[in-house]
């Protein structure tokens, strides 16, 4: 079987995964035709650098190369997405504490939720601001808070907005004291932030020190073994 017949079996079988895909409407943020346009175009491009590294690859291994490639540009765009979404997740979390605290102040001085969330809108920036943004959106449009507040969690999933959203809802049927949990849930948060970077920082010493040992070293070592040898007649004259 040529190359060209198997990039054309690739490229069809790619087609009928990305179809399948459009009929279960599996996508997140991007609007799925902009997600499908990306998968195809990431094979089409892998299949065209396959056509390339094909050819030169060593024996067997180049029908290997003719299948990952065009596979990894197909998979390229969900994973991007991917790490997009972790990053903009982080950056929300990130500024939580800080809103919650503001939240809280306002929640001490009388005011309900839904008027703190329009005041962290309108004066935050970042994902959380976006987020907040929508959800004032909907209280203009006339939805009520509870159901705007249950839009914002399903958005934004895990458990940092899940805790805010309930621990409003608690204050206003039980009425229960918001600021104080506020400020609870934002202590806790900055908490579980300081342990995740002392946990990411001892993961990267050993790194730090597998670089010192694999790298610096070796190179100290050539170094001084350079000026041993350039220095040789000199420092054996006498011998």
């Not at 089409?44 to 003719?66: F, M, Y």
């Not at 969330?117 to 976006?130: F, H, K, M, R, T």
């Not at 959106?137 to 999933?157: F, I, K, N, Q, Y």
């Amino acid at each position: 079987m040529s190359d060209a017949a198997l990039l054309a079996g690739l490229a069809a079988l790619l087609g009928a995964a990305g179809a399948r895909e459009l009929l279960r409407g599996r996508t997140l943020r991007l609007e799925l035709p902009k997600l499908l346009f990306a998968k195809l175009a990431g094979a089409a491009g892998g299949s065209l650098a396959a056509l390339v590294a094909a050819p030169a690859a060593p024996g067997r291994t180049a029908l290997l190369v003719a299948v990952a490639m065009p596979v990894a540009g197909f998979l390229a765009p969900d994973a991007l997405r991917e790490r997009r979404q972790r990053r903009h997740r982080q950056r929300l979390i990130a500024a939580l504490p800080d809103a919650l605290d503001l939240l809280a102040v306002s929640a001490g001085s009388g005011r309900g939720p839904a008027a703190g969330i329009e005041q962290l809108a309108e004066a935050g920036e970042g994902p959380l601001a976006e987020e907040l943004r929508l959800t004032v959106a909907e209280l203009s449009c006339g939805v009520p808070l509870g159901t705007a507040l249950d839009s914002l969690r399903r958005r934004v999933p895990g458990s940092e907005l899940a805790t805010l959203v309930a621990a409003i809802e608690r204050s206003r049927e039980l009425g229960s004291p918001l600021a104080d949990q506020l400020r609870r849930q934002a202590s806790a948060l900055r908490l579980d932030s300081r342990r995740a970077i002392e946990e990411r920082a001892a993961r990267a010493a050993p790194k730090i020190q597998l670089v010192v040992a694999l790298v610096l070293v070796p190179s100290v070592l050539l170094m001084i073994t350079a000026g041993l040898i350039a220095n040789a007649e000199s420092l054996f004259a006498g011998f």
